[in-house]
Structures are given as structure tokens and as C-alpha cells.
């Protein structure tokens, strides 16, 4: 299985601050398509998880253009600019490469 | 407007099986989605358990593959999990979504339901 790695576990942030999130894959997830198998999902409290990015940087609908999500073959990042007290809760990264599809551990984003 | 939502027991023994159940509305399920099951123990982090296309056609983590089984009602817009021979382990939230390969991700998701495996 691919083993997803996400670093900070824990992500105080001030109001109006930028955040960035890494997710670390164990093999690469750039297909020879060109597209990168990499997803990334917030869990907000008492909620289930919600989709902010796939395909590595594509916003989901409706998703503010304060969230960006960039990265090459196995290293990837999430952007948060300008967080708000929405944006509380834990950030998953996910690969979609191949079966069994695995997820990071989850990054927990706090206000200061 | 896709909704997924799930429904089952929210206790099941150990040793028995776990049965749970995602009604689907605001699409047909027999359009060209996977159909997904994925789980949370609680305060941990998220474990993809399985999916099944409309014809039915199965994929299953192969650390629960000898225990799990996915199917489809098309008649009643829904699909199934079901998981067998359950210990403590297999308490967690257990969340139906749908998974298109267009964009390849997760992009709808039920409710999700606690299910408890306790004597």
C-alpha cells in the first residue's frame, strides 16, 4: 500500500495568517496522463469529511480560492491564505493512484 | 442534489456481522460511479474499506478483503456493506461516498454512522 505522510499534526494558526500543510507519498503519484493522484479533504468538527482539492490542485466547487494545493510526484502541499475560523478542523490528504486508497494521517488546524 | 445516507445498528456483537446500508438520492446509482465505504475509529484518522461499480464489480482493502462484502440494489438506489467475524476494532464512524473517476475522489459523502462492537 502507498503511505501517506502529513506534517504538522498540529497547526495553531492566527486569523488572517497563511497555513501550509505537507503530505509525503511513498511512490510517486503522477500518472503518465500527467495527472497527480492526490486529493485533499477537510473534517470539520462533528462532521464528515468534505472535499477541497483533487487531482492535486483543482479546487472543488465552491471551495474559496483561499485554498490551493500544489506538489510534484510525492511531495505535496496545501495552502490556506488568509485562514479564518471556519477553516478549523483536520486536513486529510489522500492519494488516488490505485486500490486500496489510503490517507494521511490528518493535520488538526487550530485558532490561536 | 447528491445525498448519501447511511443506515444500520448501531451495536453489533463480537464475532457477528456488521450491516449497514447507504441510500442514495438525487442520482441514479447505476451511473458510472464507485460506490464507497469508508471508516473512522473514533478520534483516529480515515481507512478506505471498499467500492463497487453498478454492474458489480468489487475492490476491497486487503486488510479487510477476507471479511468484507459490498453489493449493490439498483431496484432501491442503494448499496450495502457488510463485515463479518467483528471485534472491538471495528467500532468507528462508517461513512458511505461516492467516488468519480473524472476528477478520481471522494466527492460526496453520507452523514456517517457510529457503530459500536461491544457485548
Known amino acids: 500500500d502507498i503511505v501517506m505522510t502529513q506534517s504538522p499534526l498540529s497547526l495553531p494558526v492566527t486569523p488572517g495568517e497563511s497555513a501550509s500543510i505537507s503530505c509525503r507519498s511513498s511512490q510517486s503519484l503522477l500518472h503518465s496522463n500527467g495527472n497527480k493522484y492526490l486529493d485533499w479533504f477537510l473534517q470539520k468538527p462533528g462532521q464528515s469529511p468534505q472535499l477541497l482539492i483533487y487531482?492535486?490542485?483543482n479546487r472543488a466547487s465552491g471551495v474559496p480560492d483561499r485554498f490551493s494545493g500544489s506538489g510534484s510526484g510525492t511531495e505535496f502541499t496545501l495552502k490556506i491564505s488568509r485562514v479564518e475560523a471556519e477553516d478549523v478542523g483536520v486536513y486529510y490528504c489522500m492519494h488516488a493512484l490505485e486500490t486500496p486508497y489510503t490517507f494521511g494521517q490528518g493535520t488538526n488546524l487550530e485558532i490561536k | 442534489q447528491v445525498q448519501l445516507q447511511e443506515s444500520g445498528p448501531g451495536l453489533v456483537k463480537p464475532s457477528g456481522t456488521l450491516s449497514l446500508t447507504c441510500v442514495v438520492s438525487?442520482?441514479?446509482?447505476?451511473?458510472?460511479?464507485?460506490w464507497t465505504w469508508v471508516r473512522q475509529p473514533p478520534g483516529k484518522g480515515l481507512e478506505w474499506i471498499g467500492e463497487i461499480f453498478p454492474g458489480g464489480t468489487t475492490n476491497y482493502n486487503p486488510s479487510l478483503k477476507s471479511r468484507v462484502t459490498i453489493s449493490v440494489d439498483k431496484s432501491k438506489n442503494q448499496f450495502s456493506l457488510k463485515l463479518n467475524s467483528v471485534t472491538a476494532a471495528d467500532t468507528a464512524v462508517y461513512y458511505c461516498?461516492?467516488?468519480?473517476?473524472?476528477?478520481?475522489?471522494?466527492?460526496?459523502w453520507g452523514q456517517g454512522t457510529l457503530v459500536t462492537v461491544s457485548a
Open positions: 461516498a461516492r467516488w468519480t473517476t473524472l476528477t478520481a475522489t471522494l466527492d460526496y
Open positions: 438525487g442520482v441514479s446509482i447505476s451511473t458510472s460511479h464507485w
Open positions: 487531482l492535486g490542485s
